[in-house]
């Protein structure tokens, strides 16, 4: 038996015993409906499990769908699955229950009709507990993914010249071109960006999942942004094709060749680990792209910070784009060079969150110390984008695709 057949039937095996162990919740439920619904709800539940995991497998194989396809396929995966987990922790309590209740009526002090009542309040109690991401899931695919939420940010600065006072800078970031099943997003991203008359407008990074082909139907819309002061952009992880598989070396130096000439087709200008400076009035403001460096050891370190300034090394006021916020910590804050505002993006606020004015909470800042928003210390800054697209699953469930609106105002002015 080959490897590849080993990843699908191990994994099935135990996709197979989740969905039994789930379905006697069904059975249990629909006791007291009418045969042809119960059948009907049965064949629902086993044709459409079967279907996506059919599709999956037909994937993991080798069958060819387009991109979007397969990255909507493993979120109907995901739609399918986290629910069931959560029904189940209702359901090994039942199976609790009824070890201890059959113990229990062996002493003949239980009735069967009373346990029979007990099992069938916990299966619609999980039913109903595993409807809850069921439906937030389908809402965040929906609804949520494509709800462009632009978040306005003032910041103060000491040093900031004054010639560049009142600068507005938009931030996008993680696009991820590949998961778009339409222009449609992006053209309603550009024309929204285009509405806040931004005096620069900085990309992140992570353009695409791997592919430069994901980002190259949507050059026309990307050469629509504009901005007083241009357009600029970097490299993420995602970018450099590090996660897809390469016939050879060869192919995937070209893939990464077509991904940059997207950036320079769209006219922005893309800084691989390098510099501009921006003159106004005798005044200067120096900014820097830095390549992908991340902390962790799972991605890529291609960023060489000292390599980026130069030339902007006596430019007092400096904005990097940096897109793993890790790289605040670990090097920008200690580096000999000040930079007054990091610009990163990344986590994507991991797609899912609490964000109300009583609470704020997602499971990134269990990874990653900054994970969306503004982070001050001292005199220095890091803004956290929490993406404009997404990746794995194709949605957002409380944490909605950013456009960041971000103004620079001088300290005296505040």
Known sequence: MTALMLRI????????VIDLYFFQVLRSVNQDVSANISTALNLGYWGLNILVYAALAASILGYSFPNYIRYYLFSSFLILFLPKIVGIIFLLGEDLFRIGAYGVSLLGDMQESSVSGRRKFISQLA???????????????????YDLNVRKTTIHFQDLPKSFDGLKIVQISDIHSGSFRSVEPIQHAVERILSLQPDLVFFTGDLVNNRADEAEPYVNEFKKLTAKHGVYSILGNHDYGDYGPWNSNEEKAENFERLKNVHHN???????????????????????????WGASRHFPKYGDLDKAVEGAENVPFKILLSHDPSHWDSQIKS????????????????????????????????????WAGLYTEGEQNLYVNRGLGFIGFNGRIGIRPEISLIELKCAQNA
């Open 335 to 370: 580096h000999s060079q000040k930079f007054q505002l990091t610009l990163s993006g990344h986590t994507h606020g991991a797609q899912f969150g609490i964000e109300i004015p009583s609470l704020r909470w997602s499971p990134a800042q269990y990874i990653y110390k900054q």
């Open 266 to 292: 769209a006219g922005w200008n893309l800084l691989l680990n390098g510099s501009k400076v921006l003159e106004a009035d005798g005044e200067s403001l120096a900014i820097v792209g830095v390549e992908n």
């Open 127 to 145: 039913i109903a507990t595993a409807a809850i991401p069921f439906t937030a899931m389908i809402y965040g695919m929906m609804r949520t993914a």
């Open 9 to 16: 039937l191990i994994p099935a095996g135990f996709l197979l």
